[in-house]
């Protein structure tokens, strides 16, 4: 009777992992890629702001801007002209939208290149980027992809 219940137990464990994963193999995922430039400062509190467009597979495009706050022990000045970021676990376009986590230490000079991964629930986001300026620290920040609404006339 043992060996039946953890027969038993084993199945149900077996099932409640492969469901899901199977499930998730069925869903649909959409390539998307983010290209943007930014503008950042740091002194214990961390700002960056920025523009970009995100653009996916099936031909779906939108404007977006791109802001970043947090608090650490950093100091630096940034920007990034040609920054790309590349989207996993999307569904549709509007997955991108919203305020991802991060965690980032950063020890940086003139030209020199960053890389950070965030991420949003399933959503995840990883950010490369070339740069002049410098930045040293560690930071927690919040980075928040907002759609940017052309001004009714």
Sequence with gaps: MNNLIRGFSFVMTLLAVLLPV????????LDCKLA????????????AV?????????????????????????AGKWKIDEGKGTFTHVREIGDVLGHYAAVGADAGL??????KVLSKGKVSLA????????????AVSEFTIDKIVAPSR
Excluded: H, M, P
Excluded at 36 to 47: P, V
Excluded at 50 to 74: H, P, Y
Excluded at 110 to 115: D, Q, R, V
């Design 22 to 29: 199977a499930a998730g193999a069925e869903e649909k995922k």
């Design 36 to 47: 943007f430039s930014s503008r950042e400062w740091s002194a214990l509190y961390t700002s």
């Design 50 to 74: 920025g523009e970009g467009t995100v653009t996916c597979e099936d031909g779906s495009k939108l404007a977006v801007s791109i802001r970043a706050k947090g608090v650490g022990i950093s």
């Design 110 to 115: 003139a030209k020199a290149g960053s890389a």
């Design 127 to 138: 950010l490369v980027g070339k740069g002049e300026g410098w930045d040293i620290g560690i």
